[in-house]
């Protein structure tokens, strides 16, 4: 498998398409994936943390991050398209329509899972969404979600709890769920259920979604303070 080490986090370099691809015959040979999209604020979160590092070194890493593209263009690595989140989503959800696979989608708010899933049914009627529960639960709830998952036995797994959050928890259950598929999906349930809109498609292509997120929610910029220190730590390793 060809891998591209943005700051030692391994991505994987195939296209938006191919990824769709080589996930959909994955899941058909019960091959057992992790899927995380990642953008430099992951990859700089995954180098203070050596959990989180260890934990992407065994998952399915692709660039979603228009900082991440650039990174690799810097850097000479064949990366050469964002893949986002909502897009491999909703592109898993047509080969679960084609194949009727079960699918389960958890976290975000009670509204938003639930409307997530009305409109997932609606999109994709003969995916089977076999189960689905919000995000907010206590550490007691923990096992008992992970059960209740495995024993919905879904081909797909979604899981928006926000990353690095998704992540360490389809990590930390990974044994009990035995899902072939669970991939971190961030704020994809927001979008998928209405409530929240993505950027316009002009913004998309002139690489300036990062923007009209933190414009939308201006709460973000503390988060947004890992991309200088990103570029910085990409130049720097660049340099070695
Ligand atoms: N969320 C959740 N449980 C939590 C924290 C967050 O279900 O304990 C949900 C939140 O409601 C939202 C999503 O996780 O739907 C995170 O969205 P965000 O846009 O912040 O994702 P990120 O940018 O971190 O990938």
């Known amino acids: ?31 057992r994936t992790h899927v995380v999209t990642a953008n430099p604020e992951i990859v700089m979160a995954a180098n203070e943390n050596p959990d989180l590092a260890s934990i992407f070194d065994q998952a399915y890493i692709v660039p979603d991050g228009i900082g991440i593209v650039y990174a690799a263009k810097w850097t000479n690595l064949p990366i050469y398209e964002r893949v986002t989140g909502i897009e491999l989503l909703e592109g898993l959800m047509e080969q679960a329509n084609q194949h009727g696979w079960r699918v389960y989608l958890f976290g975000a708010g009670p509204e938003i899972n639930q409307l997530a899933a ?52 389809i990590a930390k259950y990974w044994d009990q769920l035995q899902v072939p598929l669970a991939m971190g999906v961030g704020g994809s349930f927001d979008v998928i259920s209405g409530k929240v809109k993505r950027a316009p498609v002009i913004w998309q292509k002139l690489h300036l979604e990062w923007l009209y997120r933190l414009l939308k929610q201006p709460s973000r910029w503390k988060r947004q303070l890992s991309i200088p220190r990103f570029i910085v730590s990409v130049w720097l390793d660049r340099r070695k």
Request: glycine share 8%.
């Open 1 to 31: 498998m060809k891998v591209a080490r943005i700051l030692g986090v391994p991505f994987q370099t195939k296209g938006r398409q191919d990824t769709i691809t080589e996930l959909t015959s994955r899941v058909q040979q019960e091959e």
């Open 118 to 169: 009305e409109n997932l049914a609606k999109r994709y009627p003969k995916a089977q969404i076999v189960g689905r529960r919000d995000g907010y639960f206590g550490p007691a709830d923990e096992i008992g979600i992970a059960q209740e998952i495995a024993a919905a036995r879904p081909h797909l797994l979604f899981v928006a709890l926000g990353a690095p959050k998704q992540d360490m928890w």
